[in-house]
Nanobody, 126 residues
């Protein structure tokens, strides 16, 4: 079973920056998208998508992070990277690396397989 491990989290003051990376225990083939989710403090168990990059390099961002966060692909490891700038206290939470791959193609669609990391804590506080 492929394991994903996030790193780069920590404590930062408001306005600061962090860079999150994601390492995979082995290569993942047929990747459809790479994503970062977060579970914000006080929001229960709900995970929200923060940023996404697909196989065509199309990027999507949550409205609250647009202009501050940038998702990219590490070409060496083929895993996602999240550059977070101008961090706010509302960004505090556990950040998860997620990769969606194709488990099986069926006609014009496919059955997905999802890989998740264990999460890394990001705390924005003065």
């Amino acid at each position: 079973q492929v394991q994903l491990v996030e790193s780069g989290g920590g404590l930062v003051q408001p306005g600061g920056s962090l860079r999150l990376t994601c390492a995979a225990s082995e290569d993942i083939s047929n990747i459809k998208s790479m994503n970062w989710f977060r579970q914000r403090t006080g929001q229960g168990n709900q995970r929200e998508m923060v940023a996404s990059i697909d196989s065509d390099d199309n990027r999507k961002y949550r409205d609250s992070v647009k202009g501050r966060f940038t998702i990219s692909r590490d070409p060496a490891s083929n895993t996602p990277v999240l550059q977070m700038n101008r961090l706010k206290s509302m960004d505090t939470g556990v950040y998860y690396c997620n990769i969606e791959a194709i488990r099986e193609r069926i006609g014009g669609t496919y059955i997905p397989k999802y890989y998740w990391g264990q999460g890394t804590q990001v705390t924005v506080s003065s």
